[in-house]
């Protein structure tokens, strides 16, 4: 039985960790009226985060679309006529119309492919978040997982990807109606940092705002000493980063000195997740003991 595990450009799956098993579905993105498909024709990280960094007013942000289902079936399709069975690691149903959109293809293709197993798990992940339960299903998957071993897999370690952002413009969270006017200015005077991650239902959700960049970056190392499972469970641990390379090579640096991880990378944040977030975000992406935070208050 051949099994492929598939994503979106959500993911923010980089090449180096893509194997035989692994499928992302691109996404495209308009900048300035310009529609860019993300495969033939792509902005460099400099020229996109340059575009955000520039964006004077909402309307100057760049944009992005969700799958549809026709375009779901698109990609689906080819995979399925050869042979394979599918594990479609979906988007967070709480952040987009896409998950919806992937069932709506999976049920369509599971009747023309009678023979063939189709089944989509929503991640209730972002970013490298969701790509993190990727990898770590095709880590299964290579150690000779069975297909319903691989799916009740996937939906048990979903619950434990992780990942803790921080914004370096509270601008940004303005113009994407994610901050008020007022949290913006006095964000920029400030120089606040707020602090935000992803729940157990899929939302990103802010829990504390930090003075100054430095405190912001010793925040996170905290939750990640607080939040992470032990490191010896941890076998990949990432920081991703919105065109701010030296930060995260720092916080790399840090956290492979104080808990000798297994494995880490440094994961660029992509255009689809990053005309949400902006310029300058740092994140740590890594398995969690839960996805539950006292101040947060939508799990109440």
């Known amino acids: 039985m051949k099994i492929m595990i598939t994503a979106e450009a959500t993911s923010d799956y980089p090449e180096r960790l893509l194997s035989d098993n692994i499928t992302i579905f691109p996404m495209g993105y308009t900048v300035n009226g310009v529609a860019y498909d993300g495969v033939e024709t792509k902005l460099s990280p400099k020229e996109f985060y340059d575009a955000c960094r520039n964006a004077k007013t909402k309307e100057d942000l760049p944009q992005t679309t ?37 069932c709506m293809a999976a049920k369509e293709l599971s009747a023309e492919f009678p023979d063939r197993k189709i089944t989509v798990v929503e991640s209730s992940c972002a970013a490298f978040v969701q790509g993190l339960l990727v990898w770590y ?88 000493d607080r939040k992470m499972l032990p490191p010896s469970e941890q076998k990949l641990v990432a920081v991703m980063h919105a065109d701010a390379l030296e930060d995260a090579q720092l916080l790399e640096k840090t956290i492979k000195e104080k808990y000798n991880f297994e494995r880490t990378e440094i994961v660029d944040v992509g255009p689809v997740i990053g005309t949400h977030v902006g310029a300058g975000m740092l994140a740590f992406i890594f398995l969690s003991k839960d996805k539950i935070e006292p101040n947060d208050k939508s799990m109440d």
């Open 137 to 224: 299903v095709d880590q299964k998957l290579q150690s000779g997982a069975s297909y319903d071993e691989l799916v009740a897999y996937a939906e048990d370690l979903k619950d434990h990807c992780a990942g803790y952002f921080t914004i370096d413009d509270m601008k940004h969270l303005y113009r994407t109606g994610r901050a008020s006017k007022t949290q913006a200015f006095l964000g920029e005077a400030l120089q606040i940092k707020p602090i935000l991650y992803i729940n157990k239902a899929g939302k990103l959700i802010p829990i504390s705002k930090q003075i100054s960049h430095k405190k912001a970056m010793k925040a996170m190392l905290e939750i990640l």
């Open 66 to 102: 969700m799958i549809t289902a026709y375009q779901a079936q698109e990609y689906f399709r080819p995979i399925l006529q050869k042979g394979y069975d599918i594990i479609h690691i979906g988007f967070a149903q709480a952040l987009s119309g896409t998950y919806d959109q992937m």
